[in-house]
């Protein structure tokens, strides 16, 4: 990474460097940990992509199962960079969250565009604004998985995703009394896939 | 896993999901020696959970496109691009592990499409060579050995069955209470779809909670039914079914009279191994089966095998699925309800017969569900980022309900499956390449039927209600049929009345492939029946040397023997 400017650094954030990572560097979580904070903002509950960990999420999925998809999460991040140093000055992370909400919604194409099949070898040749597009489109997916997947992922760290939206996690059965109309199902305690897989739902004798 | 030539058998069976499932069943419990093959693996309920990333975003069940893609375009000017079309899971029971299990009968409109509408211009409709009357018993054996959940009585309209359904309904969710509220403020006749499942113990089965993720997920409880917790146990039960799975089969192969001799496949270990069968049947879905026969192509057959007519993979026929949504200011769904089948919860037929004042032909089932889980739950035109978004998945999550149906898809010559000139599996063999349209009745009956819909969500309550417009087919139903359409003249079609190859005369398509024409609801039940009533005549009359055809008259079918 050429462009990082160190002068422009925000705060360390609460999702970043607390697990290490497998592979991003420093810089690249760094930025991806603004891009994602962007995509779900903290405030103002605290429940944002920073709290559940979605820059974890990212990095295991792409230095495992989305592997074919490391080409463009490199070199997006560096174009993203070198954009943003091209037309305000700083990279990425650098900037004020506004002109980062800006700089997104450029290449912000309205739809969620799915991030299968990545197509490696024209990034070099297709021009700045299109790569940062689909790039934007991956991330903005990855983040909403990271967001809401089951904490075995890396995300959702403490179900601050599922808190968000009121559900309990990939439970199998509630009591007759959870079950009853009327119930208040936002009391029912979230429970994650290893808490489940002691219990006993997943014992077959 | 056994390498070379093991000994010839009476059956092999390529695949064992819905159909070849039903095959194994029917034929090891007649006492025929049956060798089932899977590419897939063999996983059982303790392998399951409600993993959304797993299931639905990773590709746990189903082929991973980077080593078996497939490829899509609208029409011959287009070059088809790489595509994840209706890729059914490749597991041991196929698209049974993990599916809604929505299980309608069909109607008996749906096997004379032709005989109601004549020559539709731009279609290419056809009779079934048997009617719902010679079907019934084989829907209802399926219903019965299976276990399904339906009320009856309740769809006014319902054709003749000769038995109830074995299981009650389960209870409606909050959203299907919803729409059953709405329905009878509009005067539509709305009821439970019946469903694959059982909700009291059942041949043995007992479902432990009236919950469990269904759509997409593979369930951990054994309360929902699929292949591989009926019926493949049972035919390993009878000792005469041998289960191969993580076998990819790669063609069929013919001696020199024109019999087909048994099948070649890559075992585990990528191992060439050849099973000799007297008689072979594929079972793999509508759009694989079809590309083993033309992966089958020899000098003797250069356009694949069973394809003198040339009517292979063409009037492919693929349900949409395409809904509207409702936003309410009042919680429509309780988190129990991504449990309690989340795809449904009341629905409908009562648009399902044509009514040509709505200017199109046919109709479908409507259905009730929730809009999906956490990742990848539906409600087109939210946000998708930012404080907007956050709000939307803080606010909609459990206060949107959609009405969703299975578009039907009329017959077309030009729609078809065959195999991409370009494009191979990671084995090197050419993958399927479809090729699509939707007629345009189809487009006028989408838009009629979702504004439909959209006025039923309307009477719910909901503030605000958008549709999906449907362009074009992404194969999202998985539903695969007509790639080998059946009928009396080997001219015209691939298969005759029995399943049964005009060209090769011991080997059989009793999946999806051989449906002249789509229905207007989800097509696995008839499928299973369709592979039941080949698979007895299989063993009845073919097995012991006592082949006969149909005569094609209506009449003197109705009368004809056995099946
Ligand atoms: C998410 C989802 C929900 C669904 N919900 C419903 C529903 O509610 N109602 C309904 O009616 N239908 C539903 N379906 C569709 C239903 O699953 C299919 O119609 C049905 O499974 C088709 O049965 P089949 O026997 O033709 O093929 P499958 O069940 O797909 O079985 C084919 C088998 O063949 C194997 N195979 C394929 N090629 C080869 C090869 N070359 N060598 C070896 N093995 C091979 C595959 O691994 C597979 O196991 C759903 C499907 C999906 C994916």
Redesign the pocket.
Same mark, same amino acid.
């Given at each position: 990474m050429t462009n990082h400017s160190p002068g422009s650094a925000s705060p360390p954030a609460a999702g970043v460097n607390l697990d290490g990572f497998m592979f991003f560097n420093a810089t690249e979580a760094r930025t991806l940990d603004a891009m994602t904070a962007r995509i779900v903002p903290s405030e103002p509950d605290g429940l944002g992509a920073r709290e559940a960990g979605v820059v974890t999420y990212l990095d295991h999925a792409v230095a495992g199962y989305f592997r074919e998809l490391q080409s463009i999460y490199r070199v997006g991040l560096q174009r993203l960079d070198s954009y943003c140093l091209a037309k305000a000055g700083a990279v990425f992370a650098g900037l004020s969250v506004s002109r980062q909400d800006e700089i997104l919604r450029e290449f912000d194409t309205g739809i969620g565009v799915s991030a299968a099949g990545a197509d490696t070898e024209r990034l070099e040749a297709d021009s700045v604004e299109p790569i940062l597009t689909r790039f934007f489109a991956i991330v903005r997916e990855h983040t909403i998985q990271g967001m809401f997947c089951d904490p075995i992922y890396g995300g959702n760290r403490d179900f601050v995703g599922w808190k968000l939206i009121g559900f309990p996690g990939a439970q199998w059965e509630y009591t007759e009394e959870q079950m009853r109309p009327g119930f208040d199902a936002t009391t029912i305690p979230i429970l994650s896939l290893a808490d489940l897989q002691r219990s006993r739902v997943f014992r077959h004798d | 896993m056994g390498s070379g030539t093991p000994s010839p058998v009476d059956v092999v069976i390529?695949?064992?999901? *819905?159909?070849?499932?039903?095959a194994a069943k029917v034929l090891s419990e007649r006492g025929l020696n049956v060798v089932g093959?899977?590419? /897939?693996p063999y996983l059982t309920p303790k392998d399951f959970s409600g993993d959304e990333i797993k299931y639905v975003n990773r590709n746990f069940l189903?082929?991973d496109v980077l080593l078996n893609p497939r490829t899509y375009r609208q029409d011959e000017s287009e070059t088809a691009e790489l595509s994840a079309f209706? %890729? %059914?899971?490749? +597991? +041991?029971?196929?698209?049974? +592990?993990?599916? *809604? /299990?929505?299980?309608?009968r069909p109607k008996p409109s749906d096997f004379i499409q032709h005989s109601l509408h004549g020559d539709v211009p731009g279609a290419s409709l056809a009779d079934w060579p048997y009617s719902y009357e010679d079907l019934e018993p084989f829907l209802t054996k399926v219903e019965w050995a299976f276990g399904c959940a339906g009320l009856d009585g309740a769809d006014r309209n319902a054709p003749y069955r000769s038995r109830p359904y074995p299981n009650p309904p389960m209870p409606p969710t909050k959203f299907g209470r919803a729409f059953y509220r709405a329905c009878q403020k509009l005067d539509i006749n709305a009821h439970p779809i019946p469903? *694959?499942l059982v909700t009291q113990p059942f041949r043995g089965r007992k479902p432990k909670h009236l919950t469990g993720f269904?759509?997409?997920y593979g369930d951990p409880s054994g309360m929902r039914s699929g292949?591989a917790t009926t019926f493949i146990p049972e035919a390993l039960a009878t000792g005469n079914y041998e289960l191969r799975t993580d076998?990819?089969?790669?063609r069929i192969v013919v001696d020199r009279h024109g019999n087909a001799e048994g099948?070649i496949?890559l075992d585990a270990d990528g191992e060439e191994v050849e099973q000799k069968a007297s008689i072979v049947i594929l079972?793999?879905?509508?759009i694989?089966?079809a590309? %083993?026969l033309l992966l089958s192509a020899t000098e003797r057959h250069p356009d694949g095998l069973a394809n003198s007519s040339g009517m292979l993979g063409k009037n492919a026929t693929f349900h949409e699925y395409v809904y509207a949504t409702g936003l309410f200011d009042r919680e429509v769904c309780e988190p129990f309800d991504g449990y309690a089948g989340h795809?449904?919860s009341g629905g409908s037929m009562q648009f399902y017969e044509t009514d040509e004042r709505r200017g199109h032909i046919c109709g479908s089932i409507i259905g009730a569900s929730q809009v999906g889980h956490p990742i990848n739950w539906m409600l087109p035109g939210r946000p998708v980022w930012g404080e907007a978004a956050k709000r939307a998945d803080r606010d909609y999550f459990r206060h949107s309900m959609k009405i969703g149906m299975c578009l039907h898809d009329l017959a077309v010559e030009s729609n078809r499956v065959d195999l991409d000139p370009t494009v191979k599996d990671a084995w090197g063999m050419p993958v399927a390449r479809i090729t699509h349209r939707s007629h345009s009745n189809d487009l006028a009956l989408a838009k009629w039927q979702l504004a439909k819909n959209a006025e039923i969500l309307d009477a719910a309550g909901a503030k605000q209600v958008t549709s999906v417009s449907h362009q074009r087919c992404t194969g999202n139903?998985?539903?695969?049929h007509g790639t080998a359409r059946m009928g009396f003249d080997p001219s015209k079609t691939v298969l005759n009345e029995w399943c049964e190859a005009h060209d090769v005369p011991n080997l059989y398509v009793?999946?999806?492939?051989g449906f002249p024409t789509a229905l207007g +609801?989800?097509?696995?039940?008839?499928?299973?029946a369709h *592979?039941w009533r080949a698979c007895e005549f299989i063993a009845d009359y073919h097995a012991k040397g006592r082949k006969f055809r149909l005569d094609r008259r209506p009449a003197a079918r109705n009368n004809a023997g056995g099946a």
């Open positions: - | 390529v695949g064992t999901g *819905a159909t070849g499932g039903t093959i899977d590419r /897939g189903v082929p209706s %890729l %059914l899971p490749q +597991v +041991v029971g196929g698209g049974t +592990v993990h599916w *809604a /299990g929505w299980f309608p469903q *694959a269904w759509n997409l292949t076998c990819y089969v790669q099948v496949y079972a793999a879905g509508a694989e089966s590309r %083993l795809y449904l139903t998985f539903h695969q009793i999946d999806g492939s +609801v989800n097509p696995t039940l008839t499928m299973m *592979a």
